[in-house]
């Protein structure tokens, strides 16, 4: 039976079903680290974060459903085909086995399993546990079951209470005063907390589980474009709202351990550290048992997600054997440390980032220019450009090695010439001006009756 709309109770499940496919082991790590730098720059940082960790995933979701498009690969081909597949690809690597699965790993192990280690050889230790949670991850990935959808149900609700808990401990009792802002949140704090909101990698997500939503809100009943598309809207911005609060909330508390604990290398210590400041050793435990089934069930959700994807563009690789190279690349990667694959990750989300927020952008003024290629392919190439400079800088700077004399080169003459460039926007303006240059030579070729690029 059609519906023309939906009640604000199943608006509700749906906008809690999407925070929860969201809300992983970097909704929880970025924001602690964010407060614990940002210090007295918490609100422009955090605002900054906002942006990019909320308002571009939520954007992300409301784009697919008005593009009509029934995946990102669809979608991204608008520029070209071949494009479509490498970004496509690129992004469930990136959302997958190359960085975000091993987080599912680390994130637990570093918050729950390493303070109550000891002196436990901890490289040993992360070997251990992450060898067993992949092959636990594998074996529940090739035999589905309803166990694993029932307790992530459960597990997320039960994190968020703890979270909650911890947060209005340290409202009602802080831990210390909020410390001196650091590096480059003293100098721009909202930049950097805009860069940092990348590493949730939440807006690339949102253009894989847009479709998730739609599919829930179509299975309500709604069929109109028009009522799916406000639907879409309204459970992203309940999802955004959640996401909003748990994220101002941990950053806070970040923001007020510095002077008790001091500063650390990833924002995991410092979660661990509240739980046991609060709670003692009960609340360590608690917060070890629900992190690390919640990132279990988000491990296996995506293992099977890439695996699927994959075996659709692979059919002469089987799922089975896609899956087993995803768990063991996960495994391999996770030994880096939590440390070295937020760093790592850090080139290729300053390369990614803006491409995708061009995609978004272009979806929905797409209709201005008839979704003409011409204007897709144009202006991602210009963003390409730009965002292919980001990210080798961003590379040097993780290795910690001077720039190639002609890398040096394109990046003086971009601070020189581009706005905003080193705020890590560079390619902004330049998009913009691509968006509006494209579409004139696109109507042009039609005001004369030429043939158009589509």
């Known amino acids: ?31 602690a680290h964010l407060g614990q730098l940002a210090g007295e720059n918490l609100w422009p940082s955090i605002f900054g974060f906002l942006i990019t960790g909320v308002g571009l995933p939520l954007l992300g979701i409301i784009a697919i459903g008005y593009s009509g498009t029934n995946n990102l690969q669809e979608l991204s081909s608008r520029v070209h085909p071949i494009y479509g597949v490498l970004f496509t690809s690129l992004l469930y690597l990136t959302i997958g086995p190359f960085f975000a699965i091993p987080r599912t790993a680390t994130v637990p192990f570093e918050v729950s399993i390493l303070p109550l280690m000891g002196d436990v050889n901890p490289k040993i230790s992360l070997f251990i546990f992450s060898f ?6 594998l074996w529940l990935s090739l035999n589905p079951s309803k166990i694993v959808d029932r307790v992530g149900k459960l597990l997320s609700p039960a994190l968020i209470i703890l979270l909650i808990v911890l947060i209005v401990l340290s409202v009602i009792n802080p831990i210390g005063s909020t410390g001196r802002a650091q590096g480059e949140y003293l100098s721009s704090p909202f930049a950097k907390g805009f860069v940092e909101g990348y590493n949730t990698m939440d807006a ?32 992203g911005v309940i999802s955004a709202l959640f996401l909003g609060i748990i994220y101002i909330g941990i950053a806070y508390m970040g923001s007020i351990t510095v002077q008790t604990f001091g500063l650390f290398d990833t924002g995991g210590p410092v979660l661990s550290n509240v739980a046991s400041y609060y709670l003692g050793n009960f609340g360590l435990i608690v917060l070890a048992m629900i992190m690390i089934l919640a990132c279990l069930t988000t491990s296996i959700g995506l293992i099977t997600s890439c695996a699927e994807y994959f075996n659709t563009l692979l059919p002469n690789v089987s799922y089975k054997v896609l899956a087993i190279i995803f768990s063991v690349v996960s495994f391999v990667i996770a030994n880096f440390g939590l440390a070295n694959i937020i ?5 290729v989300l300053m390369f990614l980032y803006p491409l995708t927020i061009v995609l978004m952008l272009l ?5 201005l220019f008839d979704h003409s290629q011409i204007v897709y392919a ?13 990210g080798l800088k961003a590379l040097c700077d993780s290795l910690n090695i001077d720039y190639f004399g002609w890398l040096s080169s394109i990046i003086s003459f971009y601070n020189d010439f581009l706005p905003l ?17 494209t579409t004139v030579i696109s109507k042009f070729f039609v005001r004369e009756g030429k043939t158009v690029i589509q």
């Open 1 to 31: 039976m059609e519906k023309e709309k939906v009640s604000f109770s199943e608006y509700l499940v749906i906008g809690v079903m999407l925070f929860a496919l969201f809300f992983g082991a970097g909704n929880l790590i970025f924001p």
């Open 132 to 137: 067993l949670f992949f092959a636990l991850t």
């Open 204 to 235: 690339l997500a949102s253009l894989v589980f847009a479709i998730i939503v739609i599919n829930a809100i179509k299975a309500l009943g709604l069929k109109s474009n028009k009522g799916i598309l406000l639907a879409t809207f309204k459970s």
């Open 343 to 347: 760093a790592f990750s850090v080139p």
């Open 363 to 367: 979806t929905f003024v797409s209709p």
């Open 378 to 390: 144009g202006t991602i190439g210009v963003a390409f450009l730009i965002s292919i400079v980001d």
């Open 421 to 437: 460039y080193s705020q890590g926007l560079g390619w902004l303006v330049p998009a913009v001006i691509a968006i509006v240059l």
